[in-house]
């Protein structure tokens, strides 16, 4: 189960478990080139390309800026990877962001990114899928005219219940969910793209003209372009949360992240004109649902299939981010950063019971307090100003620590540009039209000092908490990774 070959990576294993932890390790580094690339392809390709390029269109003012922006955001998605790729394979370890900014700036940033990113990053992402299946789902019963927001709000959170039944359940199930609505996804992409084709054939070209005509200049509005067109790249930097796993890690990152990335922007952009082709850009903003839209215009009485492959892929693309969801939890309690609670398995089921359900509350929460568009631009504001940090420790190990074994080196100038882009992301915004929520957010992160100083730094446990941890056990059914690894 996905519990027990996390738990076989902890260090402070007794010996049994670290031989039993090598022959799992050695199965999962059979992971190959192929395997890699439909990893980060799959992650890659969920809600954003069915929801985003409306907003992309909006804060743009033009289809041919906006294309612009799905491009520069697949350049910046690729040299991100890259950046990540020399990281992965210096800092050997599982758990992503969280582990590398543990090992070059020590515990105290670590705690606070664990702190931010298990309370809001990855629930707000979640959150944001979960409101793009709800938007396609119910489309079809609101022909017409837009979905009311409470239906929309309703169905999201009884997708995000049922996902949090599923994956505390059964582990293979989770994973036979996500197989199945891989494909679903695959397909609804291919066939808006073979429709785009076959209308620019017929010379439905009206979008394009003076395509670059009424664009906006503001810095704030091309950066909140860039959150959304970003939101459909979010999962470039998935590999690294299994790079141990790899086999010949050196060269099968790098090369799954040329293949995989690349691929994935040159769909976005085919079916991005396949949407133009078929809507007027007037069309394609007052779409609540663009694929819907799209295939009632070229479709026909066919049209439901895809608002049903649509819906398929954002709720597979949910499961699979709340399947993923657990690791950086169970690593940041490891760590001793997170609650003890938060690192345990059901003692049957062996899934991560408590860190899902926390995340399943944390994400009913923000869908009923938020709108998709908002929860996807806070949760890039979010994430953007961590990778910069994770990127900026990489910038310091090539400049300070140079004669670190390295098997994949990146060109300097390729996390530069990625860590000017991060600071432009998080800054741009706040600059343009400042918003009291991300102050919101900035307090936030910061208030994990609070937490930070006694309960880490000087490692105060209130006696309260172990009951209130010992309850937890015994009505969830857990118990500790480390004594269940067998």
Not at 99 to 128: D, H, Q
Not at 246 to 252: A, N, Q, Y
Not at 305 to 310: E, P, R
Request: hydrophobic fraction near 50%.
């Amino acid at each position: 189960s996905t519990m027990r070959e996390r738990k076989t990576t902890d260090p402070l294993h007794s010996s049994t478990d670290l031989s039993e932890g090598k022959e799992k390790l050695r199965l999962k580094q059979e992971v190959g080139l192929i395997s890699s690339v439909s990893l980060i392809a799959g992650t890659m390709i969920g809600s954003g390309i069915f929801m985003s390029p409306e907003w992309v269109l909006h804060h743009m003012g033009n289809p041919a800026s906006s294309l612009l922006i799905w491009a520069a955001c697949g350049l910046l998605a690729m040299f991100g990877a890259l950046s990540y790729a020399e990281l992965g394979t210096i800092i050997k370890e599982s758990g992503g962001e969280y582990i590398y900014i543990l090992r070059i700036f020590g515990s105290f940033p670590a705690f606070l990114f664990a702190y931010t990113s298990v309370i809001l990053v990855r629930p707000a992402g979640l959150a944001a899928v979960c409101l793009s299946f709800a938007e396609y789902a119910i489309a079809p019963f609101y022909p017409g005219c837009s979905s009311p927001q409470v239906a929309i709000k309703c169905t999201a959170a009884a997708c995000i219940l049922i996902l949090t039944i599923i994956n505390c359940l059964n582990v293979r199930l989770a994973t036979s969910v996500m197989n199945i609505f891989t494909a679903a996804k695959l397909l609804a992409l291919l066939v808006i793209v073979v429709g785009g084709l076959v209308l620019l054939a017929k010379g439905q070209t009206q979008s394009f003209q003076n395509g670059f005509q009424g664009t906006t200049a503001g810095i704030g509005a091309v950066g909140v372009a860039f959150y959304q067109g970003l939101w459909s790249y979010d999962g470039w930097n998935n590999l690294n949360y299994v790079t141990e796993e790899l086999k010949k890690p050196e060269v099968t990152l790098p090369r799954a992240l040329m293949i995989a990335i690349p691929l994935v922007t040159c769909l976005y952009l085919l079916v991005n004109v396949s949407y133009l082709a078929a809507m007027t850009p007037s069309e394609l903003l007052s779409s609540g649902a663009v694929a819907v839209t799209w295939g009632d215009k070229v479709l026909g009485s066919w049209a439901w299939l895809i608002s049903l492959s649509v819906a398929l892929s954002t709720f597979g693309s949910s499961n699979g981010t709340f399947f993923s969801g657990g690791r950086v939890c169970y690593i940041a309690a490891r760590e001793g950063h997170m609650p003890d609670i938060l690192s345990m398995a059901h003692v049957r089921c062996l899934t991560p019971s408590p860190a899902l359900l926390f995340t399943s509350a944390m994400s009913l929460i923000m869908i009923i307090s938020g709108s998709f568009t908002s929860i996807v631009n806070f949760f890039s504001f979010m994430a953007w100003l961590f990778y910069g940090m994770t990127i900026s420790g990489l910038l310091y190990l090539k400049i300070k620590k140079p004669e670190l074994p390295r098997s994949y080196k990146v060109p300097i100038i390729i996390p530069m540009i990625v860590l000017m882009a991060a600071v432009y992301l998080v800054l741009a915004p706040i600059i343009d039209q400042p918003q009291v929520e991300i102050l919101y957010i900035v307090l936030f992160i910061f208030s994990g000092v609070i937490f930070y100083f006694p309960l880490v730094r000087f490692k105060y446990h209130p006696r309260f908490l172990e009951r209130v941890t010992l309850h937890l056990q015994l009505l969830l059914e857990v118990a500790p990774t480390a004594k269940d690894a067998n």
